[in-house]
């Protein structure tokens, strides 16, 4: 279970998507007080933590954490718009994991809290492995994809767009991200790549393909679907 401490709605919303998205088990609250009761209830594997909170900050929050040893270990990462080195090294002396700058972007986040939890030792959440949507799912432990349970032969590249499709559900993907991402360079005049290489997955991935949604003179959405 993966707490998610933010009073901004919109953000602490599309935060729990895309973790249940990318297969984690997630809850949001928008203070200390009700982060605490939720604490009471079920003890968290993680959690992502914002500075600027009403009636208690951040940083008190955090600090009550580790000095109750039932949570003295839990991983903390801090997300949160004060991205000065001053913050950052007070976040992280005050006992947080790790820190990220908003804003951030998805799978930025599931990177970072993958990370922090493999250290920690959470081998359960930080191998899960399994991203799902509809009848998709894709298995990144075994690098393969499934489409209601029949396996599909991808190549490593539309493996990976998928991958960062899932892993950013309704989503606008640029062409430059995408290929950034995905062949790790800029996009320097090769949209072409990436449209052939979306054609062939949209293909290959049969009705499902349908999900993939072109967004005129910008990119490609995946849409979530239940």
């Not at 954490?65 to 913050?87: C, F, M, Q, W």
């Not at 990976?160 to 950013?168: D, T």
Request: charged share 30%; with cysteine.
């Amino acid at each position: 279970m993966i707490y998610c401490v933010e009073d901004d709605s919109a953000i602490r919303e599309l935060i729990i998507y895309t973790l249940n998205a990318a297969g984690y088990t997630a809850r949001g609250f928008d203070s200390g007080e009700e982060f605490f009761e939720g604490c009471r209830g079920e003890s968290p594997d993680l959690v992502l933590l914002d500075l600027m909170l009403p009636c208690e900050d951040g940083i008190s929050i955090l600090k009550k954490l580790r000095h109750d040893e039932r949570t003295a270990d839990l991983p903390v990462i801090i997300a949160s718009a004060k991205g000065s080195e001053y913050d950052k090294v007070t976040g992280l002396d005050s006992g947080a994991d790790d820190y990220l700058v908003k804003p951030f972007g998805m799978m930025e986040m599931i990177s970072h809290i993958k990370a922090v939890l493999r250290r920690c030792g959470s081998r359960q959440y930080a191998d899960t492995g399994i991203l799902r949507t509809a009848g998709l799912a894709i298995d990144t432990a075994s690098h393969t994809v499934t489409a209601d349970g029949k396996e599909l032969r991808l190549t490593l590249k539309e493996y990976e767009l998928l991958k960062c499709f899932m892993e950013n559900p309704d989503t606008v993907m640029t062409r430059d991200k995408l290929f950034g991402i995905v062949w790790g360079s800029d996009l320097a005049g090769e949209t072409r790549t990436v449209d052939v290489h979306i054609g062939t997955l949209r293909t290959k991935l049969g009705g499902y393909g349908s999900m993939i949604h072109t967004v005129r003179g910008v990119g490609y959405r995946m849409e979530r679907r239940k």
